[in-house]
């Protein structure tokens, strides 16, 4: 299948999903990471518009590819270092993986004047490894806090990585408290409106859990093949 096709049958069943719950307000980011330009190009030729990407070298080169076309929109969704920072805030539109004052501070004052904002999610460490980045629940209100007195900043939402669960149900437990420290997170701060979660093999139970994002790589451009950078 092509990646127009690909594309075209996880929106139909976003679609679905979206309105077995009556939601509507469901956003595809297309992770592009280690993928080639050419499969970038035939994502946007088929209308899609929001890419993530991990690496900021990677990610960099990318955006500048595609400068001319205003339309899309890059997301920044790897860990991030602070030695990596500006990269990020030059270039990127979005970026998912906050969860240090010290990044935020830095992005904030790194991005270029004459730039809008930079659109902020908080990671949460929602299922509690220690291998993960992302911060843990109870510090969500501080940090969002923090981030949205930056004026370079706009504080968008949460993000999460929950650990991959066998059972749907055991896996919306994770997804369930992502639900409410978000709603505690709108009714806090003003402007808030993107819970970016689910993944190919979660998709649908983060939907029926609030998600507005979801982020969807190898099912639409196919297996990444590591260490051969395409
Ligand atoms: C790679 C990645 C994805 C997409 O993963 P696939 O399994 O290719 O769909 C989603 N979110 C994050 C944060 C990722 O790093």
Redesign the pocket.
């Known amino acids: 299948m092509s990646i127009s096709q690909n594309l075209s049958q996880i929106q139909q069943r976003i679609q679905q999903i979206a309105h077995q719950c009556q939601r509507s307000d469901i956003r595809l980011?297309a992770?592009s990471?280690t993928k080639p330009v050419q499969a970038i190009e035939e994502a946007i030729q088929a209308g899609q518009k929001a890419f993530?990407e991990?690496y900021v070298q990677e990610g960099v080169e990318k955006i500048h590819y595609f400068k001319e076309n205003k339309e899309v929109e890059w997301h920044f969704?790897?860990p991030l270092q602070s030695n990596k920072t500006r990269l990020v805030a030059e270039h990127f539109d979005w970026i998912?993986?906050v969860d240090r004052l010290k990044i935020a501070e830095r992005l904030n004052e790194q991005r270029p004047v004459g730039k809008a904002p930079l659109n902020v999610l908080i990671q949460i460490n929602i299922s509690d490894e220690s291998s993960k980045s992302g911060i843990a629940p109870e510090e969500m209100l501080e940090l969002a806090q923090q981030i949205a007195s930056l004026p370079n900043l706009r504080l968008r939402g949460l993000?999460a990585?929950p650990k991959p669960e066998s059972d749907p149900e055991q896996q919306k437990v994770a997804l369930r408290k992502m639900e409410q420290l978000f709603h505690r997170l709108q009714q806090t701060f003003s402007g808030i409106d993107t819970l970016s979660m689910g993944?190919?093999?979660d998709m649908q139970s983060a939907i029926e859990c609030g998600s507005t994002m979801v982020?969807?790589?190898?099912?639409?451009?196919g297996a990444?093949v590591y260490g051969k950078v395409a």
């Open positions: 980011l992770v990471k993530g991990n969704i790897g998912q993986t993000m990585i993944m190919s093999d982020r969807i790589g190898t099912a639409i451009f990444r």
